[in-house]
């Protein structure tokens, strides 16, 4: 069973940006893939990044590309989301995700259903 480890969130404003870091343990890191999503008061969650095992491959909805970035660092068992020119859409509880298959793909990945284990949240808040 895996365990992951939030941390980063703050209150920022609009234009602002901020790190993410999501820490793992509990099973092999470099075998699977990891994610982002994220959570606003009253609406579903949201999915906002994912990347493959060896981190060759990301994926970002149109809603964060351009702004959002994920990686990770395999040898740190962790995962990062750079985000830049946060605005007020973006306040939200984000949540860091394993994936349940190893050496998932592209496509994937991209589906954003694979996703099994999640953290404890870190709350994003930016005032515009």
């Known amino acids: 069973q895996v365990q992951l480890v939030e941390s980063g969130g703050g209150l920022v404003q609009a234009g602002d940006s901020l790190r993410l870091s999501c820490a793992a343990s509990?099973?092999?890191?470099?075998?699977?893939?990891m994610g982002w999503f994220r959570q606003a008061p009253g609406k579903d969650r949201e999915f906002v990044a994912a990347?493959?095992?060896?981190?060759?491959?990301?994926y970002y909805p149109d809603s964060v590309k351009g702004r959002f970035t994920i990686s990770r660092d395999n040898a740190k068992n962790t995962v990062y989301l750079q985000m830049n020119s946060l605005k007020p859409e973006d306040t939200a509880v984000y949540y860091c995700?394993?994936?349940?298959?190893?050496?998932?793909?592209?496509?994937?990945?991209?589906?954003?259903?694979?996703?099994?284990?999640w953290g404890q949240g870190t709350q994003v808040t930016v005032s515009s």
């Open positions: 995700a394993a994936a349940r298959t190893p050496y998932s793909g592209p496509r994937t990945i991209a589906a954003g259903t694979d996703f099994g284990s």
């Open positions: 990347i493959t095992w060896n981190g060759a491959y990301t």
């Open positions: 509990g099973r092999t890191f470099s075998n699977y893939a």
